[in-house]
């Protein structure tokens, strides 16, 4: 049985599950080393949806043993494929006066390696277990006049602490938290003088062949610490605990941080890719002899080691439901543990043993989306079919199952894919795109809104766009999908290939959507951000590929159109903007002394004949003036902060951050700090 808190379980679910990597969810207490699974009540007046619970440890045993065959089966088929393939080829040839992390749900906080609570930052060493060191002489070359260099070195990696003084854009360093050697930190939370910090042995990304490798999640492990840094000179670790998996995600709403993790049973003498019948049998024998210990994970808590979940906290898809997938059973775990880290202690967890590929949390619920796709010609890719399952859970005391639906196409985006879904008033839209290969016209894309049905465990399609009644495509064709926006009644899409047309949806009517507008304008945005009502900011490309800010009159859904573009870097021979693809090097502060104030970070690239290669990474600074006038609103450059002479490379670091307080800035580039004031950003000091 699961570590209890003196409560045993009432009933079992019936019908809760779990993924959500960004929940927002009232909470429940917990006491330190505890698991308390919440009492669900079963289902009433309502048809079965596609998930049910599982009832046995021999109904997960067998998911997971045919998730196993079939994943090895498809190894082999690859190996094949492969082979016959290069054969072929061998013979052809923020908030308030301060900014925090920037998140795509107001009321759903995101983890991030850097954390600011208004008078002290707190700044996780970057993931490479080696690459933190200074060397002495580099250390005192680079020292800044008024602040010292972290004391980071090879066998001491840390999350720096460093106390803000915003009258004079100063941080000095107030404390540390050592970190085990075989850690790297994947993010943290602040909150009320409590750090939660998520570390994990191993990271692959969200998205990507290893997301769908199932041996990618062997043999790692999650955990969780809360520390006490109500006094940042001495932070102390109240809580900890470690799970077994991989870490995909979090989020965190309220007191609860809701942590995702995926987990593969490890059987030590599989083969995952072979074509050899004894070999093949072997890994038969080894599949069968499973158990339920072998495949459940165990999670400690303060060094206690116990049983995490049991298989009756999982969820399968019915074979016989009309929405279910050709192929069922997966060797993944998908795990939801709900932390409170005002009480701690793990208050919620649950599992899922299908595939998963994608994750978003509403603030009422949690919807986990699942690729469905056949293909007729797995060698060229022709004839394939892109379907996309999306599984609704709200959020309540047991995150009840509130219904499956299926939707055409799949969801692109990278690390903004989550901005291709939302929920608004009950509804869930989402944009989808389906490759379709066909010469000069390879993508199709499609908005839908899907809504619980009153009667059945199912989310059910109300609208779609295109439709019979406006039939026309969201694009021009061979234009794929970049920035996607929900604002409302509306959504904001800009496709491309050549130019950047801006498009307007009117959903005011859930159950008719309409086309509304739509502009032509050179380059395109991946980044979109709204400015009160009337206004929206586009961060992407212009034509010739450099970094372009654009700033469109959105007042009439009728009739946008562009108040002014800026490219960023034309001097250079090249510029590229993390904010482009990861929203939280994206920092905006709204109406300071009449102005909105946002950064945007930038890395140029020179190289040519006589000059070498040289690399320069900025903080550039920018307002949004005339905001309440939508007619003669514009951006304005300020300047830019540098970050030069960074202690861990010559060419600085991949991660980037900026807090803005006030009139003081904060350029955070890996562990380091830059400083200025707003109006004076090149009298910088630092690094720090």
């Known amino acids: 049985m699961p570590i209890r808190n003196g409560v045993e379980r009432e009933m079992r679910r019936s019908s809760i599950f779990l993924i959500a990597l960004m929940l927002a969810g009232c909470g429940g207490g917990g006491s330190s080393g505890s698991v308390t699974p919440p009492v669900i009540p079963p289902v009433t007046g309502e048809t079965p949806g596609l998930l049910t619970a599982v009832s046995s440890d021999s109904q997960l045993l067998e998911s997971i043993r045919t998730g196993f065959r079939t994943a090895l089966a498809e190894n082999a088929q690859q190996r094949a494929l492969a082979a016959t393939s290069a054969d072929a080829e061998s013979a052809s040839g923020g908030g308030g006066s301060y900014t925090t992390t920037y998140t795509l749900e107001a009321s759903v906080d995101e983890h991030d390696y850097v954390k600011y609570d208004g008078s002290h930052l707190y700044i996780a060493p970057t993931r490479g277990l080696d690459c933190c060191f200074i060397l002495e002489d580099d250390a005192e070359s680079t020292t800044a006049a008024d602040g010292a260099l972290p004391t980071t070195s090879d066998d001491v990696r840390s999350i720096r602490i460093l106390a803000t003084d915003p009258d004079t854009a100063g941080v000095s360093e107030a404390g540390t938290i050592p970190l085990d050697d075989d850690r790297t930190i994947e993010g943290l939370y602040i909150d009320d003088g409590q750090l939660a910090t998520i570390n994990s042995t191993g990271w692959w990304g969200i998205w990507g062949r290893a997301f769908e490798e199932f041996s990618t999640w062997e043999l790692q492990r999650v955990g969780v610490e809360i520390h006490d840094v109500s006094d940042p000179g001495s932070p102390t670790k109240s809580w900890d605990m470690e799970v077994e998996g991989g870490f995909v995600n979090s989020r965190k709403v309220g007191d609860l941080i809701y942590l995702v993790v995926r987990h593969t049973p490890d059987i030590p003498d599989l083969i995952y890719y072979t074509d050899n019948e004894d070999e093949i049998a072997e890994n038969e024998a080894l599949i069968d002899a499973l158990t339920i210990d072998d495949v459940l994970p165990k999670v400690t ?87 996309t399952l999306v599984h609704r859970f709200s959020i309540s005391a047991g995150l009840d199952y509130g219904g499956s639906g299926k939707v055409d ?202 000059l070498g290669y040289r690399r320069e990474q900025q903080l550039r600074l920018f307002e949004i003036r005339n905001k309440d006038d939508p007619t003669t609103s514009s951006i304005n450059a300020l300047g830019y902060l540098s970050a030069v002479n960074h202690p861990g490379g010559r060419w600085g670091g991949s991660r980037v951050r900026s807090i803005l307080h006030d009139d003081a800035v904060y350029y955070v580039n890996d562990e380091y700090v830059w400083t200025a004031m707003w109006n004076d950003p090149f009298n910088q000091t630092g690094p720090h």
Do not use: M
């Not at 009756?312 to 929405?323: A, I, K, M, R, S």
């Not at 775990?333 to 005002?342: G, K, Q, R, S, W």
């Not at 944009?431 to 809104?449: I, N, P």
């Not at 946008?560 to 905006?588: C, K």
């Open 301 to 387: 808590v303060n060094g206690v080691e116990d049983v995490l979940l049991e298989a009756d906290d999982c969820f399968v898809t019915d074979p016989n439901h009309e929405l279910a997938p050709e192929e069922r059973g997966y060797p993944t775990l998908t795990v939801i543990l709900a932390v409170n880290v005002a009480d701690p202690g793990i208050v919620r967890v649950a599992c899922y043993n299908e595939s998963v590929d994608g994750l978003y949390v509403s603030p009422s619920a949690i919807y986990l989306s699942q690729a469905e796709y056949t293909t007729e010609d797995s060698i060229s890719g022709s004839g394939t079919e892109y379907k």
């Open 409 to 610: 196409g799949y969801l692109s985006g990278g690390s903004n894919a989550d901005f291709r879904l939302n929920e608004f008033q009950g509804d869930l839209r989402i944009v989808t795109t389906t490759w379709t290969g066909a010469e000069g016209d390879r993508w199709d894309h499609q908005l839908f809104v899907l809504r619980k049905s009153p009667t059945a465990l199912e989310l059910e399609t109300v609208a779609t766009l295109p439709n019979a009644t406006y039939p026309e495509s969201i694009g021009k064709p061979d234009e794929d999908l970049y920035g996607v926006r929900f604002l409302g009644t509306k959504v904001y899409l800009v496709t491309f290939e050549r130019i950047d047309p801006l498009y307007v949806l009117d959903l005011a009517d859930a159950t008719d959507p309409q086309f509304a507008g739509e502009l032509e304008v050179t380059g395109f945005s991946d980044f979109l951000h709204p400015i009160g009502d009337d206004l929206l900011l586009g961060l992407g490309a212009d034509q010739d590929g450099f970094v372009k800010l654009e700033l469109f009159n959105v007042a009439a859904i009728d009739a946008p159109y562009s108040l002014g573009s800026i490219s960023l870097g034309e001097d250079a021979n090249w510029s590229y903007s993390q904010a482009r693809y990861d929203r939280h090097a994206f920092t905006y502060l709204a109406d300071v002394e009449g102005v909105d104030r946002f950064t945007v970070p930038l890395t140029l690239t020179y190289w040519g004949d006589g």
